[in-house]
T-cell receptor, first 113, second 112 residues
Framework: DAGVTQSPTHLIKTRGQQVTLRCSPK?????VSWYQQALGQGPQFIFQ???????QRGNFPDRFSGHQFPNYSSELNVNALLLGDSALYLC????????????FGSGTQLSVL | QKEVEQNSGPLSVPEGAIASLNCTYS??????FFWYRQYSGKSPELIMF????GDKEDGRFTAQLNKASQYVSLLIRDSQPSDSATYLC????????????FGRGTSLIVHP
């Protein structure tokens, strides 16, 4: 039973560029949430997707956008990268009926230079 | 702003001791409480959850919830070096969003 998979594992970009991160949820899960975790901090909620719609959004600017596909996989897009966007980006999946318990992927470490 | 507060540590305990990790939260109406373990360079893993006041035990782990005082704690009995990790407290507040808010985590070091 495959868990949550994320790609790529590491990414280096320069300021102003755009990036796309990908996530496949755990088998049987239909909800995907994205979190940003800066060094030494807890994960900060970016947004959540369910039934291909953004269901909830945290306090992140519009430069952060996402998408969910019919197979429940998801993408996170960040435009106009800033140095402060450097962080570990975590994807978490859950079921619509038990949304509270999150299963995290291994994350994508993004470095913006 | 609904907040979850944790002491960043590190908390250092000898092998075999009880490690006590604490978390406080600001929203009195919070309903669900979680502890995640995160090894260095890895992703968080859910290890305990608790919904009602009192204690909940699972193996060497005990979660304690006191809603009146707005704190939740995690006790790890017979601590092992393999328990060395950052422990994240997560709380689902009132309001129906069902999105957990995470604390910054407490670093635990268990030394032989």
């Amino acid at each position: 039973d495959a868990g949550v998979t994320q790609s790529p594992t590491h990414l280096i970009k320069t300021r102003g560029q755009q990036v796309t991160l990908r996530c496949s949820p755990k088998s049987g899960h239909d909800t995907v949430s994205w979190y940003q975790q800066a060094l030494g901090q807890g994960p900060q909620f970016i947004f959540q997707y369910y039934e291909e719609e953004e269901r909830q959004r945290g306090n992140f600017p519009d430069r952060f956008s996402g998408h969910q596909f019919p197979n429940y996989s998801s993408e996170l897009n960040v435009n106009a990268l800033l140095l402060g966007d450097s962080a570990l980006y975590l994807c978490a999946s859950s079921t619509g009926q038990n949304n509270e318990k999150l299963f995290f992927g291994s994350g994508t470490q993004l470095s913006v230079l | 702003q609904k907040e979850v507060e944790q002491n960043s540590g590190p908390l250092s305990v000898p092998e075999g001791a009880i490690a006590s990790l604490n978390c406080t939260y600001s929203d009195r109406g919070s309903q669900s409480f979680f502890w995640y373990r995160q090894y260095s360079g890895k992703s968080p893993e859910l290890i305990m959850f608790i919904y009602s006041n009192g204690d909940k035990e699972d193996g060497r782990f005990t979660a304690q919830l006191n809603k009146a005082s707005q704190y939740v704690s995690l006790l790890i009995r017979d601590s092992q070096p393999s328990d060395s990790a950052t422990y994240l407290c997560a709380v689902i507040a009132s309001g129906g969003s069902y999105i957990p808010t995470f604390g910054r985590g407490t670093s635990l070091i268990v030394h032989p």
